[in-house]
Structures are given as structure tokens and as C-alpha cells.
């Protein structure tokens, strides 16, 4: 099946400072979405990206749909502390197939 | 607005005793549903996931099994719980429509002794 490599594991940031992570894959997919994850509780959606090329912003967020439709990216800008948390890339490429990263771990020291 | 809700949010059970989770949506009408299982510090591993009422697919061989008995609602079950089944399950759910995403519950965390 399709595998996501998300990178990196996990990053250790100063408050203020920004982040970028990445997913690739060896297939194509139709949709990238990015989520985020508070211990305990359930990701939630950060941005959905549908078109290759799409660059869409939320906030401080910002990710794009490589023009490969094979990677994708998350930038965040001047991270603060309520950033912290796991963040899963997603490749959808059906009705009901989608995989997901295996996260990146995201701490941020004040 | 459209709303998921799973419970329990913990339990611990015995190994080899039964389970049930389950997984409601509001706010729509005939979403596809999602069952997934997290294990600690690792992605998501899709279970099941269902397109109707009665409608089931699996994803991989285990001793847990899904049903959809409404179309609001999502149930993930087992007769006898392994100690592999430990983990955090989460509940899904997405508008068929287009690619759209799908949206998550908070989750059951599941410890087996």
C-alpha cells in the first residue's frame, strides 16, 4: 500500500523561531491534509490542500500541495508554546483510502 | 455544525473479556465512518470503515469487528480482548462528497491487564 514519510521525527524549538516539516511519497495522491494532535485527544484538521501547487495559509500555518502530487509541506511561523503537540501529514487519494504519516513530535521552549 | 462523540474517553478491561466502543456523528446524514487504533507515540492504523448502514470493510485481520446498526453510528467490538489490543481508538468521520477530509473524535483510550 502507499506510505507516507513524514520527517522530521521530532523537533526541539525556542519559542519564536519557525518550523517546517515534510511528507513524500512514491505514489500520488488527490488531497494532502495536515492535522495536529493534543496528548489525549483526537487530531484535528489544520489545513486541506486539493489541488498540486496549492498553497493555503491558517494563521500561522501555512502547507502545499507539491506539484508532484507525490510531497507536501507545513510551515509554522514565530511557533509559540500552545503549538506543541504531534502533527500527521495525510495523503487521500479515494473515497475511503487515506494514510497518514507517522507524525512529527513538535516541542517548543519558551 | 457537525459533531462526533465517542465513549468511553478510558477504560480498562481484563484480557479476555468483551468490548464495545462507540462512535456517534451529528449534524449529518449518511457520513462514512472510521474506526482507527493509535498505538502510543506512533500514526494511525485504519481498522474498518463503513459507507452505510450494514456496510463494513476491514483493513486488517484481528479479533475485532466494527458495526454500523444506524447511520450515525459507529461500533467497534471484540468477544475477547488480547493484550495487543491496547491502544488509543479513534472514530472518523467524513462527508462522501468530493475529498473532502475526515474529522476526528477525542478518542477511547484502551488498556488491557
Known amino acids: 500500500g502507499q506510505q507516507l514519510n513524514q520527517s522530521p521525527q521530532s523537533m526541539f524549538i525556542q519559542e519564536g523561531e519557525d518550523v517546517s516539516m515534510n511528507c513524500t511519497s512514491s505514489?500520488?495522491?488527490?488531497?494532502w491534509l495536515w492535522y495536529k494532535q493534543d496528548p489525549g485527544e483526537g487530531p484535528v484538521l489544520l489545513i486541506a490542500l486539493y489541488k498540486a501547487g496549492e498553497l493555503t495559509s491558517n494563521g500561522r500555518l501555512t502547507a502545499q500541495f507539491g506539484i508532484t502530487r507525490k510531497d507536501s509541506f507545513l510551515n509554522i511561523s514565530a511557533s509559540i508554546p500552545s503549538d506543541v503537540g504531534i502533527y500527521f501529514c495525510a495523503g487521500q487519494w479515494g473515497p475511503n483510502d487515506m494514510r497518514f504519516g507517522a507524525g512529527t513530535r513538535l516541542t517548543v521552549k519558551p | 455544525s457537525q459533531t462526533i462523540h465517542q465513549w468511553p474517553a478510558t477504560l480498562v478491561q481484563p484480557v479476555g473479556s468483551p468490548l464495545s466502543l462507540e462512535c456517534t456523528v451529528e449534524?449529518?446524514?449518511?457520513?462514512?465512518l472510521y474506526w482507527y487504533r493509535q498505538a502510543a507515540g506512533r500514526g494511525l492504523q485504519l481498522l474498518f470503515y463503513?459507507?452505510?448502514?450494514?456496510?463494513i470493510s476491514s483493513e486488517v485481520p484481528q479479533n475485532l469487528s466494527a458495526s454500523r446498526p444506524q447511520d450515525r453510528q459507529f461500533i467497534l467490538s471484540s468477544k475477547k480482548l488480547l493484550l495487543s489490543d491496547s491502544g488509543f481508538y479513534l472514530c472518523a468521520w467524513r462527508n462522501p462528497s468530493g475529498g473532502q477530509p475526515q474529522h476526528f473524535g477525542d478518542g477511547t483510550r484502551l488498556s488491557i491487564l
Open positions: 463503513s459507507v452505510g448502514i450494514g456496510q
Open positions: 449534524g449529518t446524514s449518511n457520513p462514512n
Open positions: 505514489s500520488i495522491f488527490n488531497t
